[in-house]
């Protein structure tokens, strides 16, 4: 490469942003301008001295008259490693190298759709973070609550996608974060997003924090199904006990007989073989719900017949098997209880009507009896008028 370059060149370099470098690791910023030293090139002219990289940026380089190189615009083309080999007048020779490394601040990046609430105990989409125009690519890194969140695949993963502008080279990145929330956690979880540039010593950039609820559903009802339903339980035989949950697989069940838990493993069903009379009594399960804490079913009565007889297995307190028949029951009986009071009613007014009616009657044939007694009692004897 030509070394001749005319003197107002060097004044022009010392009036832009940049700095004369020696060290062998550099870093630029994209658009600014570069100088690179050549150690050992004599202070003036004639030089001897070469500049080795390869590529185009010679049409743009410049060779300074103390031997330095000016790189007016550096760019991601520039990057790689720049040799310089010096001969000084006496025909010792000197060497450079310098790494170069240029860089682009992206704009501060942000979180774009995110959620309005969470949902415990399944996964949720925070939102996506996004980051723009930056170089190298950088990484995007999430928070909660101030600490990094690292995925693990299970409470928290994320899923990244990196682009590049096909004209400035450019990076965009995208970071979306799934979250699963513990059962019976703090109500309002914050996020937020950096991003953390590929360079060292540079300072990472934040997005705004977002407060997410986290809401949690009353759970449904627990209940305890019984098999055989409605059916005869005679000694000896086998009664089967469900525990109905909306997530069996999530909870811990336990079962309790007259008040009083069993010391039994957790589990949905309770099998009970060649009941005895010993295993009459009330039964109830209790399902365990992150964040609700225990739920317990209405009992469920458990009859042993005795010889002779038919018992049936009683059910759920609250709607099951006998809780129906009974309320049927009642509504029978008390529609039978009105269906007397009425036919008492009515009885009572028809008597009252036929005693009405017969009081009349009874009157005239007193009457006609009256008259009949005195029609039939003897006239007074004349006799005793006339004389013998």
């Known amino acids: 490469m030509a070394a001749g370059a005319a003197a107002g060149a060097w004044v022009l370099v010392l009036s832009l942003w940049g700095a004369v470098v020696g060290d062998r690791n550099i870093t630029a910023r994209i658009g600014k301008p570069l100088v690179l030293n050549c150690r050992g090139a004599p202070k003036k002219p004639p030089q001897q001295l070469e500049w080795k990289l390869g590529g185009s940026w010679d049409s743009v380089a410049q060779v300074l008259p103390n031997g330095s190189l000016l790189l007016p615009a550096v760019g991601i083309q520039d990057e790689g490693t720049f040799r310089c080999q010096a001969t000084s007048r006496n025909g010792k020779e000197m060497r ?83 979250v699963t929330p513990a059962w019976g956690g703090a109500p309002h979880l914050t996020f937020s997003c950096s991003f953390s ?120 307190v609250e709607g099951q098997g006998l809780g129906t028949v009974a309320l049927a029951l009642g509504i029978l009986g008390g529609l039978g209880i009105a269906a007397l009071l009425i036919g008492a009613i009515m009885w009572r007014r028809q008597r009252r009507r036929r005693e009405e009616r017969k009081a009349p009657e009874n009157q005239e044939e007193e009457e006609e009896r009256a008259e009949l007694n005195q029609s039939e009692e003897p006239e007074p004897a004349e006799s005793g008028a006339a004389g013998p």
């Open 96 to 178: 450079s190298a310098y790494q170069v490394q240029v860089y682009q601040i992206p704009g501060k990046p942000e979180i774009v759709s995110p959620a309005s609430e969470l949902m415990p105990g399944v996964p949720n989409k925070v939102g996506t973070c996004v980051s723009e125009g930056g170089y190298p690519a950088g990484t995007l890194n999430w928070h909660s609550e101030g600490k990094l969140l690292i995925p693990d695949g299970k409470g928290v993963s994320v899923l990244e996608e990196t682009t590049r502008h096909p004209q400035t080279g450019l990076f965009t990145l995208q970071s979306a974060l799934m």
């Open 197 to 316: 540039p590929g360079l060292p010593r540079r300072r990472a950039l934040h997005t705004a924090s977002i407060q997410l609820r986290v809401w949690e559903p009353v759970p449904p009802e627990v209940r305890v199904m019984v098999q055989p339903e409605g059916g005869k339980l005679v000694r000896g035989g086998t009664v089967t006990l469900t525990c109905e949950t909306p997530a069996q697989s999530s909870l811990q069940i336990h079962w309790i007989k007259d008040g009083i838990p069993l010391h039994l493993a957790p589990s949905p069903v309770l099998l009970l073989n060649d009941v005895e009379f010993d295993d009459e009594g009330s039964y109830s399960c209790v399902a365990t719900y992150p964040g609700h804490g225990p739920q317990e079913s209405p009992a469920v009565r458990v009859v042993i017949a005795q010889p002779g007889t038919e018992e049936p297995i009683a059910g759920s």
